[in-house]
């Protein structure tokens, strides 16, 4: 498998892609596959370093820069949105029943991520400590 480099504006992050549609050795039950992207990144976490290598697949036939924008969009959203439900609001223990429950508790906790974005607060953690102690600017959210 021959593969096409891309380096994102940082030097610790490149793409790599195969560049044939469909890739060779990918299952034909796999329909629609027509690119292997792989990603490797290189740098430090806490001073300490560290390297990972992602692969992806995917129906699309962009260019690897394409690839990769397609990539820190999806990340972004993950970043902002989910690890936030799932990390700072506990969304994953919270003790929820069956039938609508978890999915009614998903869009509550969408909606005050949201609330929290959009009275200014870049951190829903310290949101949260800042509200706790001025309940009337939390009141203030719903008027």
Not at 9 to 24: D, F, G, M, V
Not at 36 to 57: A, W
Not at 78 to 95: C, F, G, I, S, Y
Not at 125 to 143: D, M, N, P, W
């Amino acid at each position: 498998m021959s593969w096409v480099k891309w380096a994102w504006s940082e030097s610790k992050r490149s793409i790599l892609l195969n560049p044939r549609a469909p890739p060779e050795g990918i299952d034909p039950a796999w329909i629609g596959v027509q690119r292997v992207i792989r990603i490797q990144r290189d740098g430090t976490r806490g001073q300490k370093p560290m390297s990972e290598t992602m692969f992806y697949i995917s129906s699309l036939t962009l260019e690897a820069s394409g690839f990769a924008q397609q990539i820190r969009q999806h990340w972004q959203v993950e970043n902002r949105l989910h690890w936030v439900k799932d990390v700072v609001l506990q969304q994953d223990t919270a003790p929820l029943g069956a039938a609508h429950a978890p999915t009614n508790f998903a869009i509550v906790l969408t909606i005050a991520v949201n609330l929290f974005r959009a009275n200014g607060f870049a951190s829903i953690t310290k949101g949260i400590r800042h509200l706790a102690h001025h309940i009337h600017t939390l009141f203030s959210f719903f008027q």
